[in-house]
């Protein structure tokens, strides 16, 4: 029964990594751009919610209300000021650069703002709240709750690309640029639109982990790992893909730490080279012909 309780915990973690990588998987998709900052973008959420509180005495989870939209505005205004710039001529290192350079001017501006000590978010009773299934096995309501939201988040943003105008111009804009300016896309909103929503996800993720654990000025390229991990996992350019990604991810995790504490974090990273090595395209990526 400790084992099945701990795939139970692993997925239910999975489904906050799927959170963190929906985003990235997104913009890579859209754009082919790895976003450096995508990780300190979520802990920046998480301060601004943490901000939110402090001002006003609301539960964090309401912050979401003001910290989604706020940060799908600092996704489109980024990119359409910044990382559209960076993307023509089809070098793959000029965005890469600046992300990382964003990603550390991130860091220390909140470090100056906020301090290196660790918060974190008070949901009050439902962190600590769980459906009891028997004496060894328990489900929390926020690890669900967050499994939950990501699961919605992906089949809403499924619905998005497969569903409407907005959709059709993500592919038709990541299949062939030039073509989709020829019948009148313009290509610079579109990738500014799917950074915001990125952007606005990763505000969820980030406000999410911050109720789970503390969170520093500095985790951000930790998250970043973590996302990275389940995109390649679970297959790039696939977005349920990113979901089983996260729930691999988080379940190599919880099985690793039961062989050996220090072997958590390690156990994910061995997954992640196995798929490289013997799946490069993912579990659920499109494997391209000979």
Do not use: C, K
Not at 14 to 39: E, K, P, Q, W
Not at 154 to 174: C, D, E, H, N, P
Not at 254 to 267: I, R
């Amino acid at each position: 029964m400790t084992w099945v309780n701990d795939v139970v915990q692993g997925l239910l973690l999975g489904g906050l990594y799927a959170l963190f990588a929906t985003g990235l998987s997104l913009m890579f998709g859209v754009m082919r751009l790895v976003n450096l900052a995508h990780g300190d973008l979520s802990i920046v959420a998480a301060f601004v919610a943490l901000a939110i509180v402090d001002a006003v005495p609301v539960n964090p989870l309401w912050t979401v209300l003001v910290v989604v939209p706020l940060m799908f505005g600092v996704g489109y205004l980024l990119q359409r000021g910044m990382l559209n710039f960076t993307l023509r001529g089809g070098d793959p290192l000029p965005p890469v650069l600046v992300t990382f350079g964003l990603s550390i001017i991130l860091q220390n501006l909140l470090l100056e703002v906020f301090s290196a000590d660790s918060q974190g978010l008070d949901a009050g009773r439902i962190e600590d709240a769980s459906i009891r299934i028997s004496d060894r096995l328990a489900v929390g309501w926020f690890p669900l709750l967050t499994l939950v939201v990501g699961i919605a988040v992906l089949a809403g943003l499924q619905l998005v690309i497969s569903r409407t105008r907005l959709g059709r111009a993500f592919r038709a804009t990541s299949d062939d640029q030039e073509t989709a300016n020829l019948v009148g896309i313009d290509d610079r909103n579109v990738y500014a639109v799917a950074t915001g929503i990125a952007l606005a996800t990763v505000a969820i993720a980030g406000i999410f982990l911050g109720i789970r654990t503390t969170f520093t000025p500095s985790v951000g390229p930790t998250r970043l790992i973590f996302a990275f991990e389940a995109v390649v996992i679970g297959g790039l350019g696939s977005i349920w893909g990113t979901l089983v990604g996260g729930l691999v991810l988080g379940v190599a995790q919880t099985l690793g730490a039961q062989v050996s504490p220090g072997w958590g974090v390690l156990a994910g990273h061995l997954v992640f080279l196995a798929v490289l090595a013997f799946r490069p395209t993912g579990l659920l990526g499109r494997t391209v012909p000979a």
